[in-house]
């Protein structure tokens, strides 16, 4: 229970208290961690403090930065079997799908390593004589890094691997509910040799520990993934101490179908936009929009092809889709079907709990189709974040693109459609921070992501995902000196 890595050492809670890790596929306990507090977390900044203030970390040149990251990659790459596994053990997700994140994860590291050493500063041209002006990026100094639980690694290494490469100190602390692969990397950080108190870990409830960090004064940036609730209350925390903040939040991302679509292809991948990973994703296309006049056709399509979802454990090779986090996550999804049905959606398919007995101990909820919706109701208005795909007809392109943004959120979203002319048309007038023609969910490293509206703030990946990590200096030096004249001169101001 030594999992707390703080100053380059691993240690229990000073508390002593403890949090079990629990399988969603049978409710095992498949771990137990420590669970720490505020004078954890306090430990945990100052040591980041110290690494930042009093080390030369910061000034290291780029590429020493850049060689430490690359040996992460090729660690996580050698230990990618085991971090799947214990991805899957924790979030119940398909052994395939964690592979995937973790080839993901190596390369977004890999991205950054070879961006260390790539920003350098920038000379402007001054519009006065004699005066060179020169731009500067530095790191930001302390950052927080806050996780949520449905890509658990993933997530932390968009953050952790940027915030390395600029050559801040970071404190990271994972959802309670799924620490187990950022712990593994902690260890892999440990064994490539990155300094004492450059990057810490601590594991535990998102109040006291994710709050501390939001609000705390020797935090100089703090870095949120999850939900908007959540990410609304770091922002307040933040606020005090006016902090760099970058918030990653949820979605409520429409997929729109055209009539000229290719049938097969947009039916295929409307299942693949909502159905992944349970639909705990935050880019899941969970809004389908479909052209009224191929409506009912498509939608039968779907619907048959969502019956046919295989639930079950995860490791399973014939398993397409595990189960949801928690009882408490699969509460409120059960809870936001039900309301909307009352609201007077139509449910063609799912809508409850699997029968077999073989998956009772696990927390599965039927992949659920739900037609008949139509923007005033709450579950086309608010993220669900589980197997739940709402289906809206519209009449032409002004009214999809209405539709489409007629919700808080922001993140992304698809259009289908062999129309390549209209579906930029449509691209443009999408308030989304990502818009996929004929695909849904490619992302990599080289692209940046984030949200419009409030979906956050900010974009990780890309280059902007570095420049988050880095504050700007502007240095003016006059190289011909000469004298002001502005005060004292009893001549006048400027004489
Ligand atoms: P969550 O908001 O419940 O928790 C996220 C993290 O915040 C956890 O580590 C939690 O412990 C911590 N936390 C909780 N309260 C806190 C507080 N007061 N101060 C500081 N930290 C606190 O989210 P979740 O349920 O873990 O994740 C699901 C959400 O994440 C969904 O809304 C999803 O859309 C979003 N998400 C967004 C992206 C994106 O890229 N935009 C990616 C993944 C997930």
């Known amino acids: 229970m030594n999992d707390l890595y703080i100053d380059g050492a691993w240690r229990g809670a000073r508390s002593g208290a403890t949090r079990e890790i629990i399988d969603p596929l049978d409710q095992r306990v498949v771990r137990t961690v420590a669970e720490a507090d505020v004078d954890d977390v306090r430990e945990a900044i100052a040591a980041a403090r110290r690494a930042f203030d009093e080390t030369d970390w910061p000034r290291r040149p780029g590429a020493e930065r850049g060689r430490l990251l690359g040996r992460l990659a090729d660690a996580i790459e050698a230990d990618r079997e085991r971090l799947a596994g214990l991805e899957t053990d924790d979030t119940g997700k398909t052994l395939v799908e964690s592979r995937m994140d973790m080839d993901d994860i190596a390369g977004v ?14 000379v402007v041209d001054a519009p006065m004589a004699g005066l060179r002006s020169v731009v500067h ?31 801040n100190t970071i404190v990271v602390k994972p959802a309670e509910l799924t620490p187990l692969t950022t712990i593994r990397v902690f260890e892999l950080m440990e064994e490539v040799g990155f300094p004492d108190g450059v990057a810490n ?20 940036l703090i870095s949120f993934t999850g939900g908007i609730e959540t990410g609304q209350q770091v922002m307040r925390s933040a606020a005090d101490t006016v902090k760099n903040i970058a918030l990653e939040l949820g979605g409520k991302n429409p997929n729109i179908v055209f009539a000229d679509a290719d049938f097969d292809h947009a039916v295929d991948y409307a299942l693949l936009a909502v159905f992944l990973h349970a639909g705990q994703v935050c880019s899941a296309g969970a809004r389908l929009l479909v052209e009224a006049s191929i409506h009912d056709e498509f939608v039968d399509a779907v619907v ?77 208005q608010q993220e669900v974040f589980g197997p739940v795909l709402t289906v809206e ?51 990599f490293p080289q692209a940046p992501w984030g949200g419009y509206k409030r979906s956050g703030l900010g974009r990780e990946l890309g280059r902007p995902g570095l420049e988050e990590y880095t504050e700007t200096k502007h240095v003016a030096t006059n190289l011909a000196p000469q004298r002001s004249g502005w005060f004292g001169t009893g001549q006048g101001a400027g004489a």
């Not at 530095?138 to 050559?167: R, T």
């Not at 998102?206 to 935090?219: F, I, K, N």
């Not at 398993?319 to 049905?341: D, F, M, W, Y």
């Not at 009449?395 to 129309?419: K, M, P, S, W």
Request: glycine fraction near 12%; charge should be negative; aromatic fraction near 8%.
């Open 109 to 122: 590291v890999r991205y950054y390593a070879g961006l260390a050493d790539k920003e350098g500063g920038e």
């Open 137 to 167: 990026r530095e790191p930001v100094g302390v950052c927080g890094q806050i996780s949520p639980w449905n890509y658990p690694l993933l997530q932390a290494s968009w953050k952790l691997a940027p915030a390395l490469a600029a050559g």
């Open 201 to 220: 870990l601590v594991l535990g409830a998102g109040v006291p520990v994710g709050a501390e960090l939001a609000s705390h004064p020797d935090v100089d």
């Open 304 to 380: 048959e092809r969502t019956q046919r979802i295989v639930l079950g454990d995860g490791r399973d090779p014939k398993t397409e889709s595990g189960p949801l986090i928690s009882a408490e996550h699969r509460a409120k999804v059960e809870a936001h079907v039900a309301r909307a049905i009352e609201d007077g959606a139509t449910l063609r398919c799912g809508g409850r709990r699997p029968e077999d007995p073989a998956l009772a101990a696990g927390f599965f909820y039927e992949p659920t189709v739900l037609t008949g919706c139509h923007p005033g109701m709450e579950i086309i």
């Open 393 to 443: 007809a519209f009449d032409d392109e002004a009214q999809a693109v209405e539709r489409a943004n007629d919700t808080i959120y922001g993140l992304a979203g698809g259009i289908f459609t062999t129309d390549l002319v209209k579906a930029e048309r449509v691209a443009a007038d999408l308030r989304l921070g990502t818009v996929w023609i004929n695909d849904f969910h490619p992302y």
